[in-house]
């Protein structure tokens, strides 16, 4: 089984909500990522979490705040988002993250922003 | 740090065969990948190659790697409908953590 879920699957917010995204996996993965998908564009690498730390935040605005709260979980809590954070957002997990490991994708979660 | 280029569209009869190119910077990436995403989905992984071969085939799917060159093509053979979709090819270059650098992405579409 190589699947990775997400919810919701569409989100529509306005600039002064909080929401939060979820992702799980139960292959046993130890790494995993959330990604950001403009429209026509390819995925750009958020976060990283590794062994249920924070290993890599790639410059991310702090109105994003990741969390995994145990090694099938990761969120993605949302605050103060802006019209330009509409995207689709993907989860993936991988067995590690300082290897070759493949990285496998969720359905993602399309959010608009107000 | 690496770059990936794709060209951005690819039309192609069904039953025919399609060739989707990519070309990268960096010579040191260890494995590269293709990953399929169909409309309004996530990513899919297809198929990806290690660095030290030059070919692979899987069913349909057949991935030629150029190190020289620094290009990569996925050939999908006897293409079908269920075959469009946008094709990202992913280099993943050497050390640090498991960071994926994406193509643009060629979308596929196929007719009858």
């Known amino acids: 089984d190589t699947e990775v879920t997400q919810t919701p699957k569409h989100l529509v917010m306005g600039m002064t909500n909080k929401k939060s995204l979820k992702c799980e996996q139960h292959?046993?993965?130890?790494?995993m990522y959330w990604y950001k998908q403009k429209a026509k564009k390819p995925p750009e690498l958020m976060f990283v979490?590794?062994?249920?730390?924070?290993?890599i935040n790639e410059s991310v605005p702090s109105r994003f705040s990741p969390e995994c709260p145990n090694s099938s979980l990761l969120n993605l809590h949302l605050h103060a988002l802006q019209p330009e954070d509409s995207a689709l957002y993907l989860c993936?997990?991988?067995?590690?993250?300082?290897?070759?490991?493949?990285?496998?994708f969720g359905p993602g979660t399309r959010l608009t922003v107000l | 740090g690496e770059d990936v280029e794709q060209s951005l569209f690819l039309s192609v009869r069904e039953g025919d065969s399609s060739v989707i190119n990519c070309t990268y910077t960096?010579?040191?990436?260890?494995?590269l990948y293709w990953y399929k995403q169909e409309p309004g989905a996530g990513l899919q992984l297809l198929t990806y190659?290690?660095?030290?071969?030059d070919m692979k085939q899987d069913q349909r799917l057949t991935v030629l790697l150029n190190k020289k060159d620094k290009h990569l093509s996925l050939r999908i053979a006897d293409t079908q409908t269920g075959d469009s979709a946008i094709y990202f090819c992913?280099?993943?270059?050497?050390?640090?953590?498991?960071?994926?650098?994406f193509g643009a992405g060629t979308r596929l579409a196929v007719h009858p």
């Open positions: 993936a997990s991988s067995q590690d993250w300082g290897s070759t490991d493949t990285q496998y």
């Open positions: 960096d010579s040191s990436s260890t494995y």
């Open positions: 979490y590794s062994y249920e730390k924070l290993s």
């Open positions: 190659i290690f660095s030290n071969m």
């Open positions: 292959m046993g993965h130890r790494a």
């Open positions: 992913a280099p993943r270059p050497p050390g640090g953590y498991n960071k994926l650098i």
